[in-house]
């Protein structure tokens, strides 16, 4: 098992960032290109949330945990923002809260589809965290099945 934790500022630019220290981080899985681009796509969607919905124009911190176990990978994405007050509507698929912003509403669906298990929790005031987790190879493609 392998473990690795960062921590960093709430900017568009440490999107991409994230994004590719988990991509890095899972190499050792040896993933398919396939696979690789929805835990990629995934974490963009938690990570963006993050930005434009928990922080709104704010800059604060986001904490990226990952753990390599067997053939699988687990990704905890939190933040100290805004949190969501009613999770059930936000976990609806083209529901956004700033429709001003032509946001799709459409990144839980995205991370809930391109990932093997998906959960969030949130507290209006305390934050936001998104658990993901991918399972890499053979067994992935049976259970698929």
């Known amino acids: 098992m ?24 899972a190499l050792p899985l040896n993933p398919t290109l396939d696979e690789l681009s929805d835990v990629k ?26 753990k390599l176990d067997g053939d699988v990978l687990h990704i905890r994405i939190s933040d100290d923002g805004r949190g969501i007050d009613d999770l059930e509507q936000a976990l609806t698929p083209f529901y956004t809260s700033l429709p001003e912003e032509e946001r799709s509403g459409m990144g839980f669906t995205i991370m809930q589809t391109f990932m093997t298990a ?13 658990t993901m987790s991918k399972q890499f190879g053979a067994r992935a493609t049976e259970d698929a099945r």
Not at 15 to 22: K, Q, S
Not at 43 to 52: G, M
């Open 2 to 25: 392998n473990e690795m934790q960062l921590k960093f500022l709430s900017r568009s630019e440490n999107e991409v960032f994230a994004r590719n220290v988990v991509a890095a981080f």
């Open 118 to 130: 998906f959960s969030v929790s949130s507290e209006a005031g305390k934050g936001t965290i998104v």
């Open 41 to 66: 796509t995934a974490v963009s969607e938690a990570v963006t949330n993050c930005i434009v919905h928990g922080y709104r124009g704010c800059e604060g911190w986001i904490t990226l945990c990952c």
